[in-house]
């Protein structure tokens, strides 16, 4: 879920294609801390679900202390944001490399992307991501007085020029599944990076997703969801690329095609009888 298309001001062009560079050097150096974790952790902990969850239950414990932090004392610090955003990624870094375990083919990758792109669109339009970000809208637009509300510390936030605090630029979730999709990409060797081979260099096609939705958020001054573009670019370019993955079987297909009427039809009906 983008959150800058209405949290910040309009500026000129030049000023925004500046903090376009600032956005999409703050994309690449999470996928850098990801991906780190993705080739040099978790390898050395696969069959160690109980050390996982604890890490997991570290990270909730980190959020739940900075969140309690907020509330009792009224303090916005850049450093504790900062350190709550390491978390996040931390945190999506570690189940989004969990959840890939359980795929055994590259073909699954398919339906999983369409279903979540439309269960984030029914969040989006008609389930409560709507809510969200109606109360993140009224915060922000608001000067940001008094307490955030919750949902803004499930928000991955950088600084941007101009901007004295750190503004959120997309939700733990969307990376959660960024995350997902290049571990299965490692899992069943896949190069998912747009840059060359997945060496220093590494742009995975996911994070250009992301960066898309971003900047078409901002351009339109909307709230857009985010894993439309992730899920559904993935799986576009990576079904291009390796054949492997166009092999579906009614196993992924029926799935696939029941999920996404039941959830087309969620969307339908809430918007027609809304």
């Given at each position: ?5 209405q949290?910040?001001p ?11 560079g ?8 999470a996928?850098?801390v990801s ?6 952790i978790?390898p050395r902990i696969q069959?160690?679900?109980?050390l ?28 504790l ?8 990624v931390l ?6 490399s969990?959840l ?8 699954e990758?398919v339906?999983v992307?369409v279903?979540?792109?439309?269960a ?7 389930g409560?991501?709507?809510n969200?970000?109606?109360n993140?809208?009224?915060y ?9 509300p ?8 950088m600084?941007?020029p101009g901007?004295?605090l750190?503004?959120?630029v997309?939700?733990v ?9 290049c571990?299965?990409?490692?899992k069943?060797?896949?190069?998912d990076?747009l840059?060359?081979k997945q060496?220093?260099l590494?742009?995975p096609i996911a994070?250009?997703g992301l960066?898309?939705?971003?900047f ?12 439309p ?5 993935f799986a576009?370019?990576m ?5 492997e993955m166009?092999k579906?079987?009614?196993?992924e297909i ?6 996404s ?5 969620l969307?339908i ?6």
């Amino acid at each position: 879920m983008n959150f800058l298309g209405q949290v910040l001001p309009e500026k000129g062009l030049i000023f925004q294609v500046f903090e376009y560079g600032f956005i999409l050097g703050f994309v690449l150096l999470a996928a850098w801390v990801s991906r780190v974790y993705m080739i040099r952790i978790d390898p050395r902990i696969q069959g160690q679900g109980a050390l996982r969850t604890k890490v997991l239950a570290a990270c909730f414990f980190i959020f739940a202390a900075g969140y309690g932090w907020v509330v009792l004392t009224g303090e916005r610090s850049n450093v504790l944001t900062c350190v709550l955003t390491l978390n996040l990624v931390l945190f999506a870094s570690v189940l989004g490399s969990w959840l890939a375990v359980s795929l055994k083919r590259p073909a699954e990758l398919v339906p999983v992307c369409v279903v979540v792109s439309l269960a984030d669109l029914f969040s989006v339009f008609a389930g409560p991501t709507r809510n969200f970000a109606e109360n993140i809208s009224g915060y922000y637009e608001g000067g940001m007085k008094g307490i955030p509300p919750l949902v803004d510390f499930f928000l991955l936030k950088m600084p941007l020029p101009g901007s004295d605090l750190f503004l959120p630029v997309f939700g733990v979730s969307d990376w959660v599944v960024i995350v997902f999709l290049c571990a299965c990409a490692e899992k069943f060797k896949m190069n998912d990076s747009l840059v060359g081979k997945q060496g220093r260099l590494y742009f995975p096609i996911a994070c250009l997703g992301l960066c898309l939705s971003i900047f078409s958020a901002w351009w339109g001054n909307l709230f857009l969801p985010a894993l439309p573009f992730i899920s559904l670019g993935f799986a576009g370019v990576m079904a291009v690329r390796y054949p492997e993955m166009r092999k579906l079987t009614k196993a992924e297909i029926r799935p696939m095609l029941g999920f996404s009427a039941l959830l087309i039809g969620l969307i339908i009906m809430v918007r027609v009888f809304r």
